[in-house]
Nanobody, 124 residues
Framework: QVQLVESGGGLVQAGGSLRLSCAAS????????MGWFRRAPGKEREFVAA????????DYADSVKGRFTISRDNAKNTVYLQMNSLKPEDTAVYYC?????????????????WGQGTQVTVSS
């Protein structure tokens, strides 16, 4: 089992940057593909980005391509989401998730473990 804890959220002005982190417990982090999702108020959960076990494959939602970058450090059991050029519409609770079948994609049913989320608020 994997426990995930997100951090790095906060309040930022439009055009600014934040880096989210997701720390995983256990020694098997490298066996999991990781994803980031978000849920804005009154909206459905939305895929943001995903990365394979070794970091060689990534996927992004069209809405964040060119602005967000997902990466991971398996030695630190941590996955990151660097968010640049933030927009008010990026305001949401951001969740990280882990998948033990190395799935890299947007289907949230494929992910086995979820963190509690971290709030990101972008002011205009």
């Amino acid at each position: 089992q994997v426990q995930l804890v997100e951090s790095g959220g906060g309040l930022v002005q439009a055009g600014g940057s934040l880096r989210l982190s997701c720390a995983a417990s256990g020694r098997t982090f490298k066996n999991y593909a990781m994803g980031w999702f978000r849920r804005a108020p009154g909206k459905e959960r939305e895929f943001v980005a995903a990365i394979s076990r070794g970091g060689g494959s990534t996927d992004y939602a069209d809405s964040v391509k060119g602005r967000f970058t997902i990466s991971r450090d398996n030695a630190k059991n941590t996955v990151y989401l660097q968010m640049n050029s933030l927009k008010p519409e990026d305001t949401a609770v951001y969740y990280c998730a882990a998948d033990n079948l190395n799935y890299v994609g947007s289907d949230f049913y494929a992910y086995d473990y979820w963190g509690q989320g971290t709030q990101v608020t972008v002011s205009s």
